[in-house]
T-cell receptor, first 119, second 113 residues
């Protein structure tokens, strides 16, 4: 149980284009999902918290107009990198909480990540 | 400021050997501490989770310890295997309404034959 998937697993795009990354909770409903970014040899950095049916909460320094997050259903959140530039190249990881797991200590279940390369 | 520091940053050991990874934290108020294994190009996978009252927790060849007084945790890997090569991340959860996570920088472990 508690499986989170991401699509695509990797994507290469040209500078200036937009890229959408999907995060799905496969066997549970996730009221809250999280988006992280990870640069090589660094740990995960939280970008934003996505709540179903409401606006995402962005961490300081993350441009909300550049990283659009939509959490339209209890099993799907999307991250759109708009007008991508080479410096946006990174490993993007989503996670989700399963509110039905009362004793999970609010554990986050991570997706496999999406490697974005902007040329 | 909530911080999680891990050591060493990287480690190379021979297959079959044991190793111990360290994690020190200054997170407050403390809720729980998790160790994750992250294979290259993959998302983190939970190994253990410990609350304030737990001192030791095992998951197969992985044994985590927690000293809440000194705010230190360790992850001991027994009889290492090549598949243990990965990054190991210590994550501490803050006990607040958001239950946000503070990530350590990770230890990159390489197990050589």
């Amino acid at each position: 149980g508690a499986v989170v998937s991401q699509h695509p697993s990797w994507v290469i795009c040209k500078s200036g284009t937009s890229v959408k990354i999907e995060c799905r909770s496969l066997d549970f409903q996730a009221t809250t999902m999280f988006w992280y970014r990870q640069f090589p040899k660094q740990s995960l950095m939280l970008m934003a918290t996505s709540n179903e049916g409401s606006k995402a909460t962005y961490e300081q320094g993350v441009e909300k107009d550049k990283f659009l997050i939509n959490h339209a259903s209890l099993t799907l959140s999307t991250l759109t990198v708009t007008s991508a530039h080479p410096e946006d190249s990174s490993f993007y990881i989503c996670s989700a909480r399963d509110p039905s797991r009362v004793l999970s200590y609010n554990e986050q279940f991570f997706g496999p990540g999406t490697r974005l390369t902007v040329l | 400021k909530n911080q999680v520091e891990q050591s060493p940053q990287s480690l190379i050991i021979l297959e079959g050997k044991n190793c111990t990874l360290q994690c020190n934290y200054t997170v407050s108020p403390f809720s729980n501490l998790r160790w994750y294994k992250q294979d290259t190009g993959r998302g983190p996978v939970s190994l253990t989770i410990m609350t304030f009252s737990e001192n030791t927790k095992s998951n197969g060849r992985y044994t985590a310890t927690l000293d809440a007084d000194t705010k230190q945790s360790s992850l001991h890997i027994t009889a290492s295997q090549l598949s243990d090569s990965a990054s190991y991340i210590c994550v501490v959860s803050v006990n607040n309404a958001g239950n946000m996570l503070t990530f350590g920088g990770g230890t990159r472990l390489m197990v050589k034959p």
